[in-house]
């Protein structure tokens, strides 16, 4: 095995074992230390046919990392997009609309309160909040006309 093959699969192997990445994610992180681009397409391929590097199981632990964080499904496809991912991932596909919506109703309130936007202009500024974190209109404009009252979690 050559230096610089031996070089890019053991900084991948360091940048693996401390978070799952995709493969675009590696490339561009060793880009500028490979020889060449094919020599770079080898080491990822044997990374990822030995199970070390794998697309989907980054989509997996990406999804679920955003969506703990509060963010809504629209905002999730397009980073896993942004990181060479492209379809939905499980955890994606396994929320309901609803759960959607009660998670988009969670971040309302943990930023606003509980109660109900009356005025536009403040339905105007939590429904901002909630796309700016991903959450489509449907999830918006009904988490904007629940309260508390609607038997769904205040936090």
């Given at each position: 095995?050559?230096?610089?093959?031996?070089?890019l699969?053991?900084r991948?192997?360091?940048?693996?074992?401390?978070?799952?990445?995709?493969?675009?994610?590696?490339w561009?992180?060793?880009?500028?230390?490979?020889?060449?681009?094919?020599?770079?397409?080898?080491v990822?391929d044997?990374?990822?046919?030995?199970?070390?590097?794998?697309?989907?199981?980054?989509?997996?632990?990406?999804?679920?990392?955003?969506?703990?964080?509060?963010?809504?499904?629209?905002?999730?496809?397009?980073?896993?997009?942004?990181?060479?991912?492209?379809?939905?991932?499980?955890?994606?596909?396994?929320?309901?609309?609803?759960?959607?919506?009660?998670?988009?109703?969670?971040?309302?309130?943990?930023?606003?309160?509980?109660?109900?936007?009356?005025?536009?202009?403040?339905?105007?500024?939590?429904?901002?909040?909630?796309?700016?974190?991903?959450?489509?209109h449907?999830?918006?404009?009904?988490?904007?006309?629940?309260?508390?009252?609607?038997?769904?979690?205040?936090?």
């Amino acid at each position: 095995m050559s230096d610089d093959r031996q070089y890019l699969r053991e900084r991948a192997m360091k940048l693996l074992a401390r978070r799952e990445h995709s493969r675009l994610e590696l490339w561009r992180k060793l880009e500028r230390a490979a020889e060449s681009g094919e020599l770079l397409a080898e080491v990822l391929d044997e990374l990822a046919g030995e199970g070390w590097q794998s697309d989907e199981r980054f989509a997996e632990s990406f999804s679920r990392q955003r969506i703990e964080a509060g963010y809504g499904p629209l905002r999730i496809r397009s980073e896993l997009e942004q990181r060479g991912v492209s379809g939905d991932s499980q955890a994606l596909t396994a929320l309901a609309e609803d759960d959607w919506v009660t998670m988009a109703l969670e971040q309302r309130q943990k930023r606003f309160g509980p109660e109900a936007p009356a005025e536009w202009k403040e339905k105007g500024r939590q429904g901002r909040f909630l796309a700016q974190k991903g959450y489509s209109h449907s999830h918006i404009e009904k988490a904007l006309a629940m309260t508390p009252d609607d038997g769904l979690p205040t936090d």
